[in-house]
C-alpha cells in the first residue's frame, strides 16, 4: 500500500467521522494511529482524485493536511465546484503541487541513464539506473520506461524506492534506498563517448546544457562529466582563432537562453520540462518558424527533433537544401499539452500565449536576420503576420516580414502525419514552397 493509499483510507475515515480539518491531525507517525473503516461513501470529482494523487507524490510535508482540507471542503463543505476558482488559495497551492510533481517526471524521464549489469547464468543483462528526484515520482514516471525499454530488464532505484521490470510484470518497492556502491561500467563509458560525439566547441553552448541538464542531476549522468572537459576544449579553440563578432553572439545567446528558461509571461511553463530555444547558424539565410515544441522536443530541448522534424529533414533534403544551413524555431518556446492515458498529446498555443511569446520570436528573427522565414502551420503565420490566415490560400503569396524579410506560409510537418489521404498532396506542398526558399 502506498503512502497515498494510506492516506486516503485515514482521510475517507475522518470525513466519515465528521473530523474537520483543523482538528485532523497529520504529524509525527502521519498513518500509525489506528482509525475506524469509513462506512459512508463519498463521491468528489475525478479531477480532484487525479489531483490529490499527483499532489501526493511531492516532497512537502505539509501536502497531507492540505490535501485533507481541500478533500474536507469539497465533500462536506458543499463547494463542488472549488477547482473551478482560480484564485482560491488551497487550489492554487494543491496544483503547484502536482505541476512540480509532473515537471519531476518529465525531467525523470529526460535524465535517467541505465547500466548494464553483469546478467544471470544465461548472460541475460540487468539494467539498473540510480535517480535522486527531488519528489517520490518514481511510481508516475515507471510506465514511460516500461513502454520505452519493454524488451529488456531493469530496476530504477531512487531514495524513495525502486521499480523493476522483467520484460511481464511492473513491480515497486518503497524506500528509503541508498545509492548502490559501484565503479563505472563500458555503458557508462558509452554515453560519455555519445555524449563527446554530438559536442560541437565551436558551435555548443554549455551554458545553456547546464541549465537544461540542472546540477542536481550531473552526479548521476554519465556525460556530465564531459561539460566541464569540452567547455575548456572550446574556450581553448576559441582563443587560438579568436572572433570578436562570435564572441559577441555567444553572449547574447547565454543571456537570451537564460531569460527564455525563466520566462512566465504565460503560464505554459508551469507543465513544461523546459523552454526550447531555436538552433541553427546565426547567419542562416532562411529561418524555419513552426508552431511549438512536440513531447520529444519538451525533453530533448531542441527543436524538430520528434516525428514532425523527421518529416521535415526528409521534405529538406528533397527540395535540395540542408538543415544544418538554415535556423530552426517555433512560435511558442514551451510544449502545451493535455494528458491522454499514458501520452501527452500536443494542444494548440492559445492567442495570448502566441503573443506572449512574441517577444522571443522576434529577438530571434533581428539576431538571425534571414532573408526568407518560412512559416510552417496557422500558429506561425499569426504569429508572423499578426492575423489569421488560410494556409491553403497564402501559399504562393507574395509576403513581407516587418523585418524585410521574404515571408513564405505553408503547411507545418504534422500535417503530413494527421493528413491521411491527403497526406501526400500536404507533403508536396511542403516540399514545394521549401524549394521556394531555398530560390530566395
Request: glycine share 6%.
Amino acid at each position: 500500500m502506498t503512502a497515498f493509499d494510506r492516506w486516503r483510507e485515514r482521510a475517507r475515515a475522518l470525513l466519515a467521522n465528521g473530523t474537520p480539518p483543523e482538528n485532523a491531525s497529520f504529524d509525527g507517525g502521519l498513518f500509525d494511529e489506528a482509525v475506524a473503516p469509513a462506512t459512508t461513501p463519498y463521491r468528489i470529482p475525478r479531477a480532484l482524485a487525479e489531483l490529490l494523487e499527483a499532489a501526493a507524490c511531492n516532497a512537502d510535508p505539509q501536502r497531507w493536511a492540505l490535501m485533507y482540507r481541500v478533500l474536507w471542503r469539497v465533500a462536506r463543505g458543499g463547494e463542488h465546484d472549488l477547482l473551478d476558482d482560480p484564485a482560491d488559495a488551497d487550489v492554487v497551492r494543491l496544483k503547484g503541487m502536482a505541476r512540480a510533481v509532473d515537471r519531476e517526471v518529465h525531467r525523470m524521464h529526460a535524465f535517467v541513464r541505465f547500466n548494464e549489469r553483469a546478467g544471470d547464468v544465461e548472460g541475460d543483462p540487468l539494467y539498473e539506473a540510480w535517480f535522486e528526484p527531488e519528489h517520490d515520482v518514481v511510481r508516475r514516471a515507471a510506465p514511460f520506461f516500461r513502454d520505452r525499454f519493454a524488451g529488456m530488464r531493469w530496476i530504477i532505484a531512487t531514495p524513495q524506492g525502486a521499480a523493476a521490470w522483467d520484460r511481464k510484470m511492473l513491480s515497486f518497492t518503497e524506500g528509503p534506498l541508498r545509492k548502490p556502491e559501484g565503479d563505472a561500467d563500458s555503458q557508462e563509458s558509452l554515453w560519455r563517448t555519445y555524449y563527446a560525439s554530438i559536442f560541437n566547441p565551436a558551435r555548443m553552448n554549455t551554458d545553456l546544457m547546464r541549465q537544461h541538464m540542472p546540477q542536481r542531476y550531473w552526479k548521476n549522468m554519465p556525460e556530465a562529466a564531459e561539460i566541464a572537459r569540452l567547455s575548456r576544449q572550446r574556450v581553448s579553440s576559441d582563443d587560438a582563432a579568436p572572433s570578436p563578432r562570435w564572441a559577441a553572439h555567444v553572449q547574447v545567446d547565454v543571456a537570451e537562453a537564460k531569460d527564455l528558461d525563466a520566462c512566465r509571461r504565460c503560464s505554459l511553463w508551469e507543465r513544461a520540462t523546459q523552454a526550447v530555444p531555436g538552433a541553427g547558424p546565426e547567419q542562416a539565410t532562411i529561418m524555419l518558424v513552426g508552431e511549438q515544441p512536440g513531447d520529444e522536443e519538451d525533453l530533448r530541448g531542441k527543436p524538430f527533433v520528434g516525428p514532425a522534424g523527421r518529416v521535415l529533414d526528409r521534405a529538406l533534403v528533397e527540395a535540395g537544401l540542408s538543415r544544418d544551413e538554415i535556423y530552426v524555431t517555433n512560435a511558442v518556446k514551451h510544449f502545451k499539452w493535455e494528458p491522454r492515458g499514458k501520452r501527452r498529446l500536443h494542444k494548440t498555443p492559445a492567442q495570448q500565449e502566441i503573443e506572449a511569446c512574441h517577444l522571443w520570436l522576434e529577438q530571434e528573427i533581428a539576431r538571425v536576420a534571414p532573408r526568407v522565414i518560412v512559416a510552417m502551420g496557422a500558429t506561425a503565420a499569426f504569429a508572423l503576420t499578426g492575423r489569421k490566415v488560410s494556409i491553403g490560400s497564402s501559399r504562393g503569396a507574395s509576403l513581407k516580414h516587418t523585418s524585410g524579410a521574404k515571408l513564405i506560409v505553408t503547411y507545418h510537418p504534422s500535417a503530413v502525419l494527421r493528413g491521411e489521404d491527403r497526406s501526400e498532396q500536404i507533403y508536396d506542398a511542403l516540399r514545394e514552397d521549401l524549394a521556394r526558399a531555398g530560390m530566395g
